[in-house]
Nanobody, 127 residues
Framework: DVQLQASGGGSVQAGGSLRLSCVVS????????IGWFRRAPGKEREGVSC????????YYENPVKGRFTISSDNARNTVYLQMNNLKPEDTAVYYC????????????????????WGQGTQATVSS
């Protein structure tokens, strides 16, 4: 019954914004770290950001620092990724994933640290 549903993708001009949502079910939300990953056309999957990793701080990879913000609404079992000042290189399918806090605290955005994955949502940024 573990499921993650990503939504909120779309098409925007460079400099615009999107807010992605990930609704999780089937496990206790507070016990799991949630990560966002993306896969650009012709590229390998890469980590973006993660939250609930045990130290009270979110983590961001360098390409999105200062532009993206991860947050959560625990009562709704939902994690958000606010993406501002978007660039064409942000174009990708974005995936959310869940893993145990004890594992993710040390591995952060290593994909094999995450046990459950959503279906992904497409974000397209034009020049």
């Amino acid at each position: 019954d573990v499921q993650l549903q990503a939504s909120g993708g779309g098409s925007v001009q460079a400099g615009g914004s999107l807010r992605l949502s990930c609704v999780v079910s089937g496990f206790t939300f507070d016990d799991y770290a949630i990560g966002w990953f993306r896969r650009a056309p012709g590229k390998e999957r890469e980590g973006v950001s993660c939250i609930n990793i045990g130290d009270g701080r979110p983590y961001y990879e360098n390409p999105v620092k200062g532009r993206f913000t991860i947050s959560s609404d625990n009562a709704r079992n939902t994690v958000y990724l606010q993406m501002n000042n978007l660039k064409p290189e942000d174009t990708a399918v974005y995936y959310c994933a869940a893993g145990s806090k004890t594992k993710i605290l040390s591995t952060l955005l290593t994909p094999d640290g995450y046990d459950f994955w959503g279906q992904g949502t497409q974000a397209t940024v034009s020049s």
